[in-house]
Every structure is written in structure tokens, then in C-alpha cells.
């Protein structure tokens, strides 16, 4: 009995072959990309144009703000990008390292993941928001005093989460504000000095254990 010749390999297995490659040489996703995107997306869906903007309101460190915005802007990009209120920082984006904690109506949230629209009428501060003046809030001095900080890239977020935590009444013992404020990462490691600080500035105002 003869053995079937292989048959020729289709447009799809040349295809895929080249896919197999590329993702090995290069290490995954990015090669894979730039084969898969015209493939990947309906030809409907890649023309879609953008949402049409929207006019937003937004009450940041005591002033008002009219924006035009993409309703999909977060409230972080609308901070950075249109504020210029540059004190919040991105991170992750997916609101893992609390780089970008901002206080929403005395609230700690994770500005990458609030929509700006959503934030209409809500009072939010920032980093830059904080101090009065030329007096730092007790936290910032505590931060300098306690040396609560390195590279410097955490800090903002740290501090807003910092004050949250005092506020809300987790500040009782080291083990308790490690516990409030794990969503918050020092990629430099400098936890023991952020508890200190928080410590400080819990006690002068009268929120600490």
C-alpha cells in the first residue's frame, strides 16, 4: 500500500507556523501582535470610531474644573493629562500598587480604576491638595521626619492612603496600619518608615494608639 503524499500546508498552518516562530525568538505577546491584529478584530469593530466626548465637572482640591472628556478617561488621566495635577502617580494601572490613591469625599480610591465622569460632584484631593499653604499636613512632616520614603515614586499615594487609613480609625497599632495599608507598595522597601510616619501623624491628631 502507498503511503499518502503530505499534502501542501494551508494558508493557516503558514500562518500559525510563523506565529509559533515568532513568539518563540521574541519571547510571546509582542510578536504575536502585529500577525494577530488584523485577524483578531472583526472589520466592524476596528472601525469603530471613538465615543464622543462629554462634558465633566470636577471639584479637585477645592476648585472646579470643566473638562471635555472621553468618557472612558480615568480619573487619574484627567488629573495628569488635563489638570496637570502630576502628584498622583501611574503605576500598575490596574490598581494593584496604589501609586495613584487619591481621597474621593475623604475616601481613599485608586484613581486608575475611577472613570472621571463618574467623579461629578464628589470633592477630591490629591498629593497637592493636602498641605495649607506653606504648612505641610502632619503626615508630609512625618514622612520627612521618619525618612518614609526613597525613590519617591509610592509617596503620594502613600501619604493619601496614609491619611485615610488615621481618618478611618486604623491607625491603633504598627499591625493594624500594615493591615490598612497593603494596598499601598514601596517597591524600595521602606515599610517600617511609612508605619513610623503614620504613627506620628496619628498621634498628634489624636487618632493614634
Known amino acids: ?78 488629573l495628569r493629562e488635563h489638570l496637570h495635577l502630576t502628584g498622583s502617580k501611574k503605576g500598575c494601572g490596574l490598581g494593584q500598587c496604589g501609586a495613584c490613591t487619591v481621597l474621593m469625599d475623604g475616601k481613599r480610591v485608586k484613581s486608575c480604576l475611577s472613570l472621571a465622569a463618574l467623579a461629578q460632584g464628589r470633592d477630591i484631593t490629591t498629593i497637592e491638595g493636602l498641605a495649607q499653604g506653606e504648612q505641610l499636613h502632619p503626615l508630609q512632616t512625618a514622612f520627612i521626619e521618619r525618612d518614609a520614603f526613597q525613590c519617591g515614586y509610592c509617596t503620594p499615594g502613600q501619604i493619601m492612603a496614609g491619611v485615610a487609613c488615621i481618618a478611618e480609625g486604623h491607625a491603633g497599632s504598627a499591625q493594624e496600619i500594615r493591615d490598612w495599608m497593603s494596598g499601598n507598595i514601596c517597591r524600595c522597601g521602606a515599610y517600617d518608615h511609612i508605619v513610623a510616619a503614620i504613627q506620628d501623624a496619628a498621634r498628634q491628631v489624636g487618632r493614634g494608639g
Open 1 to 78: 500500500m502507498h503511503e499518502r503524499p503530505p499534502s501542501a500546508p494551508t494558508g493557516t498552518e503558514v500562518r500559525r507556523r510563523e506565529l509559533l516562530k515568532a513568539t518563540v525568538a521574541t519571547g510571546g505577546a509582542a510578536a504575536a501582535a502585529p500577525l494577530l491584529s488584523s485577524a483578531a478584530l472583526p472589520e466592524a469593530q476596528a472601525a469603530t470610531p471613538p465615543p464622543a466626548a462629554v462634558p465633566v465637572a470636577l471639584r479637585v482640591n477645592g476648585a472646579e474644573h470643566r473638562l471635555t472628556l472621553d468618557p472612558r478617561t480615568t480619573l487619574l488621566d484627567a
